[in-house]
Nanobody, 127 residues
Framework: QVQLEESGGGLVQVGDSLRLSCAASEPILSRYAMAWFRQEAGKEREFVAGILWSDGSTLYSDSVKGRFAIARDNAEKMMYLQMNNLKPEDTAVYYC????????????????????WGQGTQVTVSS
């Protein structure tokens, strides 16, 4: 069972940058899709960005496209989310998640598809 742990959250100002990290307890294999979700207080968890581990293809939500970048480091069993030009509406708890499926070929934006989750890290953007 894969364990995921996020880090890197914090309090920043509008326009600042922040990089989140997700550490996996075991090697992330080509049958994984990894993703970042976020959840604002009182709202449903929403998809932010995802990466297909087999070929590195990525997917972003419209709200973060052009500002956020998802990346992976196979050797270090890490996934990252570089967040630039942060806005108050980016304030949320950010979660990393893993979808494990033999023959996986696409990135799902639905949280119910994901098998493993981290505990989350808080990002607060102050104006």
């Amino acid at each position: 069972q894969v364990q995921l742990e996020e880090s890197g959250g914090g309090l920043v100002q509008v326009g600042d940058s922040l990089r989140l990290s997700c550490a996996a307890s075991e090697p992330i294999l080509s049958r994984y899709a990894m993703a970042w979700f976020r959840q604002e207080a009182g709202k449903e968890r929403e998809f932010v960005a995802g990466i297909l581990w087999s070929d590195g293809s990525t997917l972003y939500s419209d709200s973060v496209k052009g500002r956020f970048a998802i990346a992976r480091d196979n050797a270090e069993k890490m996934m990252y989310l570089q967040m630039n030009n942060l806005k108050p509406e980016d304030t949320a708890v950010y979660y990393c998640a893993a979808d494990v499926n033999w023959g996986i070929t696409s990135i799902s934006t639905h949280q119910r598809i994901y098998d493993y989750w981290g505990q989350g890290t808080q990002v607060t953007v102050s104006s």
